[in-house]
């Protein structure tokens, strides 16, 4: 530790003086004013720049605390009644012994001018109790010992032997390293982290300064309340580092700070830091530096506390977090008794501490000092209540700026600050949207492209004159393809006519011209292409392909003519026109069941009820203008695709209603299921109209396995119907409702039924193309 305070001295740069200080805090305060003026204007990246300025400004006065406080050993113990008993003064430090105190040498290079006094001392110092440590640490370290910190074996804190506290190694040792199973830091973590120390000896010394200064307040009376309070401020001020403010009001001395300690207090620290997600950048990160050594300062109590068997049930009380804590040694007992002895610092530490961390638990921690400095002692930094005050305003105000100037405050990563997004359920199409998108007729006319003509030129160059005929060929023209795409679901986006690309022409010096691309028409499966009624392709596959029309071949060179008797042919051929067609693409909605029935039937309603499709369903007629799909899946998984068609009615043929141009939907399907409104009288007609229409378009297609679903079972007079329906067909009859669901189940199975019918037809060859599974 003292190395690490060595390395930081020189960025003193020269003497110290308290004017030198004073103005550097008068400097900080106009920084304060401009962050805040530059804050209220609303200019953040001034304002970034000035908080940077201060908290280097602040660091700076911190590092030089660090580097003035140990002159602490050569200072006088205080007059602490308790010191030689309890307190981490107590505790021992014998080790004074131990090559970690670097006191010594930190006393030979202590910055002249700085008035020493055991006042400072004792107030800055972590106390009293440290103070004999100290002490003796220091004359031990005169009997030869003058090893840095950097000499630090490694091992625990706890028992390195330059920090050998009198009391059992475990419990300084458990408590620096820490942490124990709630922070899990190991020795040997706590040991890498020393190393760098070096870089970050004044945050550990400003941390736990701050932790070290709270324990003197011992506020005893209301007086002495009062300056304390300033002196706490002043802490806040400088990082909340009690060097800083005993360097700033008397130029102090070092404060309790037990190099070991303050490692592994350090180590613990970087742990914390981890924890809690730093990715704040530099203003920010000063923020936490603070409140790092605020956490570090609650953290580092119970430590003691837990030293003291009596004060255990109140530290937990305090630090519910740090549970981890419960199972360190004890008997490291500096508190006893100190939580009845400071209830008014308690609360006036709190309400200090209230901007940035929670003050309960850093009052907790101050009761558990035991270190009763007299009110008195502490009359020297009255001078520094208002400078204090106002770097408690400071750290207030910028933690307030930051939140509402929004100065790297948060990470945009948080989920919290995600862009509120809205409902990613889209809202159904209409069925008139979908009217308007879903097109299964389309006449093409396709015109392929035109190969490229061919060059005629001839080679010369210098010294070869005739060089012959040396004109390219053309590229052929592109052909037009009919795709099945699976994610088409329409014709809607193939256009009335296609035009393909044209070969390029050839070129001198024998340049071929290149072949034109292809044109590629995507349909949706189940598209059939005719011509002149005549069908000429059925595109039932993903994938499928069909060249509808060929493209021209590009036209020959003049080189294509040469010859032994023609050894300058001036001919070349102009690229032949590519093919020209016009066809008929038609959707047939690949199904395995087909709902056929009158309007109002109930048929989107079926659908919607056994499967996942959710048609338009309406009271009026027509509703449904195209076909739906939807699957009806089993616990095997198997799946029956059943397509919802249009309403027919009576005269469909003759094109009344929609007519039967949806008809071609049903050719696909395997087998029909007759919707009937059982409600309507003599139901049964309805299905006679329904096959005369059927077999009107397709003969023989009303004779494909159906079955008779009688809907609207709930309706009056339908459970009439039903039987007199049964009288009339010899067909199988299903009683459902649609609308309340009643005996869909049997419907469902059913369904299965012909669907492993169709199935095992199909397993004997029967030649017909197999709908596409869904
Ligand atoms: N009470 C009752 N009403 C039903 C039942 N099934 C359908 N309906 C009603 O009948 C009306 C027509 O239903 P749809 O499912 O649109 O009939 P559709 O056969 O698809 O009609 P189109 O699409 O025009 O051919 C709606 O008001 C439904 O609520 C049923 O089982 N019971
Ligand atoms: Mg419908």
Known sequence: MSVAFSSARPRSKGEVTQQTIQKMLDENHHLIQCIMDYQSKGKTAECTQYQQILHRNLVYLATIADSNQNMQSLLPAPPTPNMGSMGPGGIGQSGGSGPLHSQSNLNDTMAPGLPPTSMMQSQMSNGPSHAPMQQ??????????????????????????????????????????GPGPGYGSSSSSSTSSRSNLNMQSNTVSMMHQQSATPHYPSSQTGGGQQQYQGQQAAMGMLGQSGQGNSMMSQRPMGTYRPTQQGHGEYSYQQSSYGEQGYERSFDESSQHYYEGGNSQYSQQQP????????????????YPSQQGYSGQPQGYGPGQGASSQYPQYQQDQGQQYSSYRSSQAASGAQTQRPYA?????YGNYQQNEVNCSWLIGLRSHLAAQRKTTGIRNVTTSSALCAKPRGNSQKKELSEKKLTRHFVDHRNVKLLAGAGGKGACTFHSEPRKEWGGPDGGNGGDGGNIIIKVERQVKSLAQVTPVYKGDDGDSGGSKNCYGRNASTTYIAVPVGTVVKEHGKTVADLSQHGQEYVAVFGGAGGKGNRFFLSNENRAPMTATPGERGQERVLQLELRTMAHAGLVGFPNAGKSSLLRAISNARPAVAAYPFTTLNPHVGIVKYRDHEQVAVADIPGIIRGAHLNRGLGISFLRHIERCRFLLFVLDLSSPEPWTQLQ??????????????HRP?????????????????????????????????????????????????????????????GEDKPTRW
């Open 136 to 177: 003796q640490a220091g004359q031990t370290q005169s009997a030869g010992t003058s090893s840095t910190s950097l000499s630090l074996p490694a091992t625990t804190h706890g028992s390195a032997s330059g920090y050998s506290h009198p009391m059992p190694p475990s419990s300084q040792g458990s408590m620096i390293q």
């Open 303 to 318: 430590q003691y506390q837990q030293g003291s068997g009596q004060q255990q049930p109140f530290s937990q009380q305090q």
């Open 373 to 377: 400095y007299q009110q008195g002692q």
């Open 689 to 702: 109209h329904l096959r005369f229409e059927l077999d009107q378009y397709e003969p023989g297609l009303s």
């Open 706 to 766: 159906h079955a008779i679903v009688a809907n609207k079972m709930d309706l009056p007079g339908a459970r009439g119907n039903i039987e007199a329906l049964r009288g009339h067909v010899a067909q199988r009859v299903i009683p459902v409702s649609a609308l309340t669901g009643q005996n869909t189940e049997e419907l469902i199975i059913h369904l299965r039924e012909l669907y492993d019918a169709y199935l095992q037809t199909q397993g004997q060859g029967s």
